[in-house]
C-alpha cells in the first residue's frame, strides 16, 4: 500500500514571500507520478504541478515549484512571491502508473498568506 | 463546457435512509472515481472504475455501492446511511491509461447524516 504523510498541518507566509511545503510518501513502486493538488475555501480541487517519478528534473509551474527526491521519498512544493490568491488546503497525491484514478492523498496543509 | 458535475451538492439524511449521489462527464474519461473527505483525513478512495461495466473498490468502499452503465455516469449509492459516512464527497475522472495523470474533480457534495 501507499501512504502520502504531510506533517505540516498549518503554515503561514507573508505576502511576496516563499514558503515550502513538505511530503514524504512510501511505495515499493518504481514509476508513478506525484501531484501537488490546492483546494480553496470553495472547495474546488485544482491541480497545481505534476511530477513523472521517472524525470529526475524538478516540475515547475510558474511561482510553483517542486523538489522531488526519489530516494529520499520526498515531495517538496516551493511558493514564489507568496500572493493572496494562494490561500488553501495543499494536498500531495501519489499515483502509481496505469492504474488510472486511484491516488493516494495526503492529510493537507493549510497554508494560510497574510497581507 | 461542463467537465465533472455533481449533483447534489449538499444533503441531509437521517439515519437509514437512502439516497444516490449523482456523477456525470462530459470528457469521454474512461476512469471515474469516488473519494471522501473528512477533516484531518484527506482525499480517500471508495470506489473507481476503469471502463462502463467494470468498477472496483478503493480504501474504503464499505456502505456504499456503484455502478457503471454508461461511459458519462458513475453513481454512488447509500444503502442505509450511518453518522460516520458525514463527509465531503468528491467524484473524479481521467482520461486513459496512456495519459491518466490528471484527475478532473466535481465542486463535490456536502453529506449530513443525522
Known amino acids: 500500500a501507499q501512504t502520502v504523510t504531510q506533517s505540516q498541518p498549518e503554515m503561514s507566509v507573508q505576502e511576496a514571500e516563499t514558503v515550502t511545503l513538505s511530503c514524504t510518501y512510501d511505495?515499493?513502486?518504481?514509476?508513478?507520478?506525484l501531484f501537488w493538488y490546492k483546494q480553496p475555501p470553495s472547495r474546488q480541487m485544482i491541480l497545481v504541478i505534476r511530477q513523472e517519478a521517472y524525470k529526475q528534473q524538478n516540475a515547475t509551474e510558474n511561482r510553483f515549484s517542486v523538489n522531488f527526491q526519489k530516494a529520499a521519498k520526498s515531495f517538496s512544493l516551493k511558493i514564489s512571491d507568496s500572493q493572496l490568491g494562494d490561500t488553501a488546503m495543499y494536498f500531495c497525491a501519489f499515483m502509481k502508473l496505469y492504474t488510472g484514478n486511484q491516488f493516494y492523498f495526503g492529510t493537507g496543509t493549510s497554508l494560510t498568506v497574510i497581507p | 463546457n461542463a467537465g465533472v458535475t455533481q449533483t447534489p451538492k449538499f444533503q441531509v439524511l437521517k439515519t437509514g435512509q437512502s439516497m444516490t449521489l449523482q456523477c456525470a462527464q462530459d470528457?469521454?474519461?474512461?476512469?471515474m472515481s469516488w473519494y471522501r473527505q473528512d477533516p484531518g483525513m484527506g482525499l480517500r478512495l471508495i470506489h473507481y472504475?476503469?471502463?462502463?461495466?467494470?468498477?472496483d473498490q478503493g480504501e474504503v468502499p464499505n456502505g456504499y455501492n456503484v455502478s457503471r452503465s454508461t461511459t458519462e455516469d458513475f453513481p454512488l449509492r447509500l444503502l442505509s446511511a450511518a453518522p460516520s459516512q458525514t463527509s465531503v464527497y468528491f467524484c473524479?475522472?481521467?482520461?486513459?491509461?496512456?495519459?491518466?495523470?490528471?484527475?478532473?474533480f466535481g465542486s463535490g457534495t456536502q453529506l449530513s447524516v443525522l
Open positions: 473524479a475522472s481521467s482520461r486513459d491509461r496512456a495519459t491518466n495523470e490528471k484527475l478532473f
Open positions: 470528457m469521454n474519461h474512461e476512469y
Open positions: 511505495t515499493s513502486e518504481s514509476n508513478y507520478y
Open positions: 472504475s476503469v471502463g462502463a461495466g467494470i468498477t
